[in-house]
């Protein structure tokens, strides 16, 4: 029963900061690069974050280079997306995914629902 369970997400004023947590159950994450992706209804689901397996450098989509920061605790096997100086348009519901391109193992979250709104 591989699962990844979002939390941290909620309502968020223009400029603020929030963190996402991802944490998994039923498998380890350390073979996994983990990703973060968002979707606002009507648009295509767009990639957010990457941080390969076993660390190394991460990769951030263009609209978030600057702001967002992905992190990964193994010990803890859970994943973390802080987001700061947010904008209205990070507003979309944030899915937690973990991928072994090796093995073809994929494991996805059930999302979570980020507003930034005055």
């Known amino acids: 029963q591989a699962m990844l369970v979002e939390s941290g997400g909620g309502l968020v004023q223009p400029g603020g900061s929030l963190r996402l947590s991802c944490a998994a159950s039923?498998?380890?994450?350390?073979?996994?690069?983990m990703n973060w992706y968002r979707q606002t209804p009507g648009k295509e689901r767009g990639f957010v974050a990457r941080?390969?397996?076993?660390?190394?450098?991460?990769n951030y989509a263009d609209s978030v280079k600057g702001r967002f920061t992905i992190s990964r605790d193994n010990g803890k096997n859970t994943i973390y997306l802080q987001m700061n100086n947010m904008k209205s348009e990070d507003t979309a519901v944030y899915y937690c995914n973990a991928n072994n391109c090796a093995t073809l193992r994929n494991v996805w979250g059930q999302g979570i629902q980020v507003t930034v709104s005055s």
């Open positions: 941080i390969p397996r076993f660390g190394g450098s991460t």
């Open positions: 039923g498998f380890s994450i350390t073979n996994y690069a």
